[in-house]
């Protein structure tokens, strides 16, 4: 492990900053553990005198978790709410972690 190892996995490891999830994949159904970091948008947005209400999120995972992780894959949350992988954004310049934009999800 290096430096760069070590730091992310401690910032995953801290409950102050990432949380507990169960990702479903959208492709083989299989579910497993995660940690992420969210990183929520700014719910309201006003644009002249029209507001548009954003129920999008991103998240933040180590590869060295979900490293398949594509559209379509499902996040559930310990307080029951599900969000849907809509996009993969960016894997960063460290090549340990993936962001990915969600929404929640529904059927």
């Known amino acids: ?7 992310v996995d401690a910032i995953f490891d801290d409950p102050n900053m990432a949380s507990d999830v169960t990702w479903r994949s959208a492709s083989s159904g299989n579910e497993r553990p995660a940690r992420i970091i969210q ?10 005198q029209n507001t548009f209400e954003l129920d999008a999120i991103l998240v933040d995972v180590r590869l060295s978790q979900i490293p398949d992780g594509e559209v379509g894959d499902s996040l559930l949350f ?15 310049d460290i090549g340990r972690v993936q962001t990915f934009e969600a929404q929640v999800y529904e059927p």
């Open 1 to 7: 492990m290096n430096a760069f190892s070590g730091a």
């Open 39 to 48: 990183k929520r948008h700014q719910p309201d947005i006003v644009v002249r």
């Open 78 to 92: 310990e307080d029951g709410s599900e969000f849907e992988i809509t996009r993969a954004v960016d894997t960063g």
